[in-house]
């Protein structure tokens, strides 16, 4: 894994498009993003308050920082424990440029958040579908077409996010999932129940973190042994 530069903490919206090549009329789509993001900050907790002086950082970048492994012609992208809409919302702002037809759900199952991500949907014209549900409990007609990155950030360790994939409808083609300091120590207990190709990419946001590029997850047989 190269390390790549880091995105200084001092990162301001204006500077978003030369670092990730997004257009005027989708830094005007991340600013009311923001702005809703800090305006329902102060009935229910989507953030952590510590982060809120470093939102462009923190959060906005951390999620496009994404778009570097997207193509552009994605269909579907579905963000499952989506909380306050990262990196759900960024990357719905970003592929509507690449691929207006494309659709980003979100799956987050506390009621509150599910309502906010709906209002950002609404306010920032976007092509997002909510769904106000546990990930487990999804049935085959909550996604029916092909999911072609499933992305995650801050929801659970590595084995439990291949568990939750596991139990999408529709299995996704790939997955990204932002990981922080503890991703080998991850890796290593995941390994011991799945059989996966995966690519580890420097994160632009954090010294210590990355993104888990993963294409493929099988689940090891009970039955193979060591000596198998």
Not at 56 to 75: A, F, N, P, V, Y
Not at 86 to 96: E, Y
Not at 118 to 126: A, E, I
Request: net charge neutral.
């Amino acid at each position: 894994m190269a390390q790549t530069w880091l995105i200084p903490e001092t990162v301001t919206p204006d500077d978003l498009p030369g670092l990730f090549n997004v257009s005027r009329e989708s830094l005007e789509k991340l600013r009311l993003y923001v702005a809703e993001l800090l305006h329902w900050q102060a009935r229910i907790n989507l953030i952590a308050p510590s982060t809120i002086d470093q939102v462009w950082h923190r959060h906005i970048c951390d999620g496009l920082q994404l778009c570097d492994h997207l193509k552009g012609t994605e269909s579907l992208i579905v963000d499952i424990g989506s909380g306050a809409g990262i990196p759900g919302v960024p990357l719905a702002i970003w592929l509507a440029e690449k691929n207006p037809a494309a659709q980003v759900v979100m799956i987050e199952s506390n009621t509150k958040k599910a309502a906010f991500l709906k209002q950002v949907g609404r306010v920032c014209s976007l092509n997002t579908r909510i769904i106000n549900a546990r990930v487990e409990l999804l049935g085959k007609s909550d996604l029916q077409q092909v999911v072609d990155v499933c992305v995650a950030r801050a929801l659970a360790p590595l084995p439990g996010l291949l568990e939750l994939t596991a139990q999408l409808p529709v299995h996704p083609q790939r997955m990204l999932f932002l990981k922080g300091q503890d991703v080998d120590a991850e890796l290593t207990e995941a390994t011991k129940c799945w059989n996966i190709s995966v690519c580890k990419h420097s994160s632009r946001t954090q010294k210590n973190g990355c993104i888990l590029e993963i294409h493929e997850a099988e689940r090891v047989s009970k039955n193979t042994t060591a000596s198998d």
